[in-house]
């Protein structure tokens, strides 16, 4: 898993069947110190509730499809978790 | 599986259900000698992981679910050791110690015990 950041909605009209009803959020990865890094992509929320300025995590591959209701569709990124805190710890 | 040490904690309330109940650590990825290897992971832990320390992180989702017993969920990384020492041409004598502390001779019982105690902070 990894922090990301939702920094968007995608409307699809025209969806594999799978994909019916699904949330669909960009979503930009970040480091653990919360900065972005690489580029944003397309995750499916399988929680149905973050939005828009939301820290996340986001599970990718073939895991991100079992974030689904239905576990057999066309997902690559889903968004698994809201983050409440993210906490240093110092040994 | 990947080296990597425990450096911070993710809390979520909101998450798939295989989350729920499950600590959260994030992890930076190491290379054999300890050092850094760039990137980080959120993992789930399994064996009681403390800060600092350098643990084993499985990266897979079959593997990971079977850990927790679990048919089916998004998890797929999971912290499922910690590790003592490092040998080989590739590592230093130990990779279990945490930045600042002493590398060398790092016995497994009393490092455990010393986690637990919390003496370490």
């Keep these: 898993m990894q922090l990301a950041r939702v920094v968007g909605t995608v409307v699809a009209t025209v969806k594999a069947p799978n994909m019916e009803g699904m949330r669909l959020l960009i979503v930009q990865p970040l480091t653990r110190r919360l900065e972005p890094v690489g580029q944003p992509v397309v995750a499916a929320d399988a929680l149905e509730t973050a939005g828009p300025g939301d820290l996340v995590t986001i599970v990718a591959a073939r895991e991100a499809a079992e974030a689904m209701p239905n576990r057999f569709v066309p997902v690559d990124h889903a968004i698994v978790g809201i983050v409440d805190a993210v906490e240093e710890l110092r040994p | 599986m990947k080296l990597a040490r425990v450096v911070g904690t993710v809390v979520s309330t909101i998450t798939s259900p295989i989350f729920q109940g499950r600590t959260l650590l994030l992890v930076d990825l190491l290379e054999p000698d300890g050092r850094q290897a760039g990137g980080y992971l959120v993992a789930v832990d399994t064996v009681g992981a ?71 902070g």
């Design chain 2, 50 to 120: 403390g800060a600092g320390e350098t643990v084993l992180v499985l990266d897979e989702g079959t593997s990971a679910r079977q850990i927790v017993g679990a048919a089916y969920g998004p998890l797929r990384t999971v912290i499922v050791g910690i590790v003592d020492a490092v040998e080989g041409p590739a590592s230093l004598a130990s990779v279990a110690a945490a930045p600042g502390m002493a590398a060398a001779s790092v016995p497994r019982k009393p490092r455990r015990a010393r986690a637990r105690t919390g003496a370490d």
